[in-house]
Structures are given as C-alpha cells and as structure tokens.
C-alpha cells in the first residue's frame, strides 16, 4: 500500500518562511519525479515544484528564488521563503514512478494547509 503524508503546513505572517515535508513509503517502484501542487478553492490545482531522481528541479515562475524544493531518496522538502498571501493554498504531494516492467504509477497526498495572513 503506497502512502504519501505532507507535513509542516500552518499558519504564518507574510514575508515569512515554511518548509513542507512529503515522504513516500510502500512504493514497489521507482520514485522517478516528486512533486509539489497546490489548490485554492475554485481554483484549478498548479503545479509548484518538480524534483527528479537526479535531483533536477523546476519550479513555477510564481515561485521562482522564494521556494526551494530538496530530494533525500523517498522524501521531498519544499522550503517557502518569503511568502506572499497569495501563497495561501493546500499544498499536495504527488509522485510518478514505473516499475520494472514499465508500468507507471503516481499518488497523490491528502495535502497540507498553508495559510499565509498576518
């Protein structure tokens, strides 16, 4: 049973810093991309960060020298900096992967808030 849990989500003052965890565990193949979504209500769900296995890493231009994503195996950390209301969302993990016989995968996490307001 694959599971993937976020953490770290919460409440902060804008201008200030949060870092999001997201592990994956009962994976029985390759974790090739690990990323970070978020959603506000109403809204369609964008994509934030991408880290790959070799550690190749993009980001949305919303995001770009305010966040920083990090990838340690089965585990991505997403390190917001600087943050504006405007980051204010549930944040997801989500995972893509294949297996040895090239079949793909891809989870998804049950999200984290993040609320961004003074």
């Known amino acids: 049973q694959v599971q993937v849990t976020e953490s770290g989500g919460g409440l902060v003052q804008p201008g200030g810093s949060m870092r999001l965890s997201c592990v994956a565990t009962g994976a029985n193949f390759v974790i090739d991309v690990m990323e970070w979504y978020r959603q506000v209500p109403g809204k369609k769900r964008e994509l934030v960060s991408s880290?790959?296995?070799?550690?190749f890493a993009r980001y949305a231009d919303s995001v770009k020298g305010r966040f920083t994503t990090s990838r340690d195996r089965d585990t991505v950390t997403l390190q917001m900096n600087s943050l504006k209301s405007g980051d204010t969302a549930v944040y997801y993990c989500?995972?893509?992967?294949?297996?040895?016989?090239?079949?793909?995968?891809?989870?998804w996490g049950s999200g984290t808030q993040v609320t961004v307001s003074s």
């Open positions: 880290i790959s296995r070799s550690g």
């Open positions: 989500h995972i893509q992967g294949e297996d040895a016989w090239e079949i793909e995968y891809d989870y």
